[in-house]
């Protein structure tokens, strides 16, 4: 049974690395800093495993002892399932360094199984070898099958687990996993360990009970193949009406929908992608990278009659969610493309009046592949000659919150001849954290920055007028270290 114990526990521990993503994501994003705290924490939490684990099978090579490690490491599962809310929760609160709090986090959550899974498979060795001559074959062979399951949980929790089971219901699976492995490395104290596995049956009977009951009030948790979602319903403050709320990431809200009134616009942002109707009165074709819950999309049908849009939202699963809670139908003049941004800009061959840009990861930063010389490049391709492009950026604009926004700024205008920023909240701060709207003009004829339509004329009123600081180069695909800049938004 060695050599199906071992297989187990690597399975489990690249299982327990990917879920760790989606936990840590509504907390604390899934940055580059996320991932190398949860690969660089866990690597050595193994290798401390390994380290430790072979010298205790050196002193006591017991078939009780490698039971009782693999038990352990269950109930270390099940305790990040009951505790990774308070635990998230309170680093959340604490506020400093993104690279602080997500090393903290994948230690206090994630390290102690990782060591005892660690600990698995030098014990293993230890148990199969009965002779030196054979040593070297019996290392590399449980090594192997280690791995071998090492890359299948990879691609089982990457391609089908995490997409179809919740995190929380994925880690309490794993700790009755391994409760029934530890059945299979020796039946000694079979009472505690059947006592064990009922416990986490228990455990995982009572969070589906949970899941239900939170999807009886409203809200979901739903773990797609790009992203962890939450939708609920809220309360807007100051006017009291209540919404419906997409979220796939700390400090904002991506999606949201008044419930007396599917398709007015609730986040104050949307409301500037009319700006598009500003600088192209005569648009006819428009293209919107990102759909969310497709809250512009919907006004833009309702409101432009003439317009045909075509969406590209890169998870299907989360155009579903937008049908399902956010009240998206079908329409003739939409188009819905399953496709990254990046890949549809450089496919597609048609040519559109306006171009509008709400792709965020669930840090809230543009992914960097759409930030780019390159990409922006490809958008002022797929331009008419007189388009206009609206672009939504969460970054302040002036200090080191908005190292990402002049960065960006910078490569719009390395591309385009007329490049306008809008912030949304607090037009005259620079230092304020916002949505900022970025305008880029195809045509280098000096455009209109006022208008005679009041409402248009309002937004009009928020253009950024001091200089930018010209301090960030132009993001490339070669460099664009736009998970640094993000870093400063914490």
Same mark, same amino acid.
């Given at each position: 049974m060695l050599e199906?114990?071992?297989?187990? !526990?690597?399975?489990?521990?690249?299982?327990?690395?990917?879920?760790?993503?989606?936990?840590?994501? /509504?907390?604390?994003?899934?940055?580059?800093?996320?991932?190398?705290?949860?690969?660089?924490?866990? @690597? #050595? !939490?193994?290798?401390?495993?390994?380290?430790?684990g072979g010298r205790i099978a050196d002193r006591r090579p017991d078939y009780r002892i490698l039971s009782r490690l693999i038990l352990v490491s269950g109930f270390?599962?099940?305790?990040?399932?009951?505790?990774?809310? *308070?635990?998230?929760?309170a680093l959340e609160e604490y506020g400093g360094s993104i690279?602080?709090?997500?090393?903290?986090?994948? @230690?206090?959550?994630?390290?102690? /199984?990782?060591?005892?899974?660690?600990?698995?498979?030098?014990?293993?060795?230890?148990?199969?070898?009965? =002779?030196?001559?054979?040593?070297?074959?019996?290392v590399g062979r449980l090594?192997?099958?280690?791995?071998?399951?090492?890359? *299948?949980?990879?691609?089982?929790? #990457?391609?089908?687990l995490i997409a179809f089971v919740g995190s929380t219901n994925i880690l309490l699976v794993l700790s009755l996993l391994l409760a029934g492995t530890s059945l299979l490395a020796s039946s000694a104290n079979r009472k505690v360990k059947v006592a064990a596995v009922t416990l986490f049956s228990?455990?995982?009977?009572?969070?589906?009970?949970? =899941?239900?009951?939170?999807?009886? $009030?409203g809200y979901h948790d739903i773990d797609t193949q790009y992203n962890r979602v939450l939708v609920y319903q809220s309360v807007e403050e100051g006017t009291g009406r209540m919404t419906q709320v997409m979220v796939t990431g700390p400090?904002?809200?991506?999606?949201?929908?008044?419930? =007396?009134?599917?398709?007015?616009?609730?986040?104050?942002?949307?409301? *500037?992608?009319?700006?598009?109707?500003?600088?192209?009165?005569?648009?006819?074709?428009?293209? $919107?990278?990102?759909?969310? #819950?497709?809250?512009?999309p919907k006004y833009m049908l309702r409101h432009y009659p003439e317009v045909h849009m075509d969406v590209v939202e890169i998870d299907p699963q989360v155009t579903m969610l937008a049908r399902k809670f956010f009240h998206l139908r079908d329409d003739q003049r939409l188009s819905i493309v399953h496709q990254d941004a990046r890949t549809f800009l450089n496919r597609t061959e048609q040519t559109y009046d306006v171009i509008l840009g709400d792709t965020f990861n669930s840090d809230y930063a543009v992914p960097f592949h759409v930030s780019t010389v390159e990409t922006v490049s490809r958008i002022y391709d797929r331009l008419a000659d007189d388009g206009v492009v609206v672009v939504n950026i969460l970054a302040a604009i002036e200090g080191d919150k908005g190292r990402f926004l002049r960065a960006e700024y910078a490569t719009f205008k390395a591309v385009f001849p007329q490049v306008y920023l809008y912030p949304v909240s607090y037009p005259k701060s620079g230092m304020s954290w916002q949505n900022v709207m970025l305008v880029a003009l195809k045509s280098s004829r000096p455009?209109?920055?006022?208008?005679?339509?009041?409402?248009?004329?309002?937004?009009?009123?928020?253009?950024?007028?001091?200089?930018?600081?010209?301090?960030?180069?132009?993001?490339?695909?070669?460099?664009?270290?736009?998970?640094?800049y993000i870093t400063t938004l914490r």
């Open positions: 199906v114990i071992v297989f187990i !526990c690597g399975a489990v521990v690249m299982i327990l690395e990917m879920v760790g993503s989606r936990i840590l994501a /509504p907390y604390l994003g899934t940055s580059i800093v996320v991932w190398t705290s949860l690969i660089g924490v866990i @690597l #050595g !939490c193994l290798s401390l495993g390994y380290w430790w270390f599962v099940a305790a990040v399932a009951l505790s990774k809310s *308070f635990i998230l929760g690279h602080v709090a997500a090393t903290a986090a994948t @230690l206090l959550l994630f390290a102690p /199984p990782s060591v005892l899974l660690g600990m698995v498979s030098p014990y293993a060795v230890r148990l199969k070898i009965s =002779d030196v001559k054979n040593s070297g074959r019996t090594y192997a099958i280690s791995t071998v399951g090492s890359i *299948f949980g990879t691609f089982f929790a #990457g391609f089908f228990l455990l995982f009977v009572a969070a589906k009970s949970y =899941d239900a009951h939170l999807t009886s $009030m400090k904002a809200q991506q999606s949201a929908m008044y419930l =007396d009134d599917p398709v007015d616009l609730a986040l104050p942002y949307t409301k *500037f992608y009319n700006l598009a109707s500003h600088f192209k009165p005569e648009m006819k074709r428009v293209l $919107m990278l990102g759909g969310g #819950g497709y809250s512009f455009a209109p920055l006022t208008s005679s339509d009041p409402e248009l004329d309002e937004l009009l009123r928020h253009r950024w007028l001091k200089p930018v600081a010209a301090d960030a180069p132009p993001l490339t695909d070669d460099y664009a270290p736009v998970d640094r």
